[in-house]
């Protein structure tokens, strides 16, 4: 059964609830952000800003789980359950490459969240079709380097103070694996269930 909802328990031993995110997310997506520390968004958005455009807003919950994935882990107990961290992935038009994003809140640093949220994005991508991913991030993110090296990826170019980072899907997969607790990624396989066949385009207007 595909659920793609499940509730699970990280290395750290603390409860998570994990789904995919879209429309319905706008305002905790807008939170997230706010709830970064400015270093932290920095990281995320090479911007310190607090806010970031309402345009950007709507790209982030524009997901459709084909042609972008995204998964949010969401604190239940606490009031709204907001988003305590979100991995995308971003299918490049007509193509089986996605480029990925993270973003965890600080009070969640190391606690194996965002492997776990990685780990079901870049499982659902699979499933759709994705066979490589790229992601970009600062140099100075040691963090996202250091996992991004552990999912196999290398760093395949730099252009001024961002490092871009290209995997093989399958490869992102067996590591990550590795780096889930069992019962996590359990539940994770569970909650993914069968894929699910491409969404249809809306047809371009061409009443012009």
Same mark, same amino acid.
């Given at each position: 059964?595909?659920?793609?909802?499940?509730?699970?328990? !990280?290395?750290?031993?603390?409860?998570?609830?994990?789904?995919?995110?879209?429309?319905?997310?706008?305002?905790?997506?807008?939170?997230?952000?706010?709830?970064?520390?400015?270093?932290?968004?920095? !990281?995320?958005?090479?911007?310190?800003?607090?806010?970031?455009?309402?345009?950007?807003?709507?790209?982030?919950?524009?997901? $459709?789980?084909?042609?972008?994935?995204?998964?949010?882990?969401?604190?239940?107990?606490?009031?709204?359950?907001?988003?305590?961290? /979100? /991995?995308?992935?971003?299918?490049? $038009?007509?193509?089986?490459?996605?480029?990925?994003?993270?973003?965890?809140?600080?009070?969640?640093?190391?606690?194996?969240?965002?492997?776990?949220?990685?780990?079901?994005? /870049?499982?659902?991508?699979i499933e759709a079709g994705i066979t490589r991913f790229a992601a970009d991030t600062?140099?100075?993110?040691?963090?996202?380097?250091?996992?991004?090296?552990?999912?196999?990826?290398?760093?395949?170019?730099? $252009?001024?103070?961002? /490092?871009?980072?290209?995997?093989?899907?399958?490869?992102?997969?067996?590591?990550?694996?590795?780096?889930?607790?069992?019962?996590?990624l359990a539940d994770l396989r569970e909650a993914l269930g069968p894929r699910r +066949?491409? +969404?249809?385009?809306a047809p371009s207007d061409q009443s012009a």
């Amino acid at each position: 059964m595909n659920t793609h909802t499940f509730s699970t328990r !990280l290395k750290s031993g603390d409860a998570v609830y994990l789904r995919p995110i879209g429309p319905r997310d706008r305002a905790r997506e807008v939170a997230l952000i706010a709830g970064f520390s400015d270093h932290s968004r920095y !990281l995320r958005f090479f911007t310190g800003a607090k806010t970031v455009p309402e345009a950007v807003i709507d790209q982030l919950v524009n997901v $459709d789980g084909y042609h972008h994935i995204a998964w949010g882990a969401l604190d239940l107990e606490t009031a709204g359950a907001p988003l305590m961290g /979100v /991995v995308r992935a971003i299918r490049r $038009d007509g193509s089986d490459v996605a480029d990925l994003a993270m973003g965890v809140l600080d009070a969640h640093h190391g606690k194996g969240l965002a492997r776990l949220l990685m780990a079901a994005v /870049v499982h659902d991508a699979i499933e759709a079709g994705i066979t490589r991913f790229a992601a970009d991030t600062l140099a100075e993110n040691h963090a996202a380097r250091a996992l991004f090296r552990a999912m196999g990826g290398h760093a395949a170019g730099r $252009d001024g103070l961002v /490092v871009t980072f290209e995997f093989d899907a399958a490869t992102a997969a067996e590591r990550l694996d590795e780096m889930v607790a069992p019962e996590a990624l359990a539940d994770l396989r569970e909650a993914l269930g069968p894929r699910r +066949p491409a +969404p249809a385009r809306a047809p371009s207007d061409q009443s012009a």
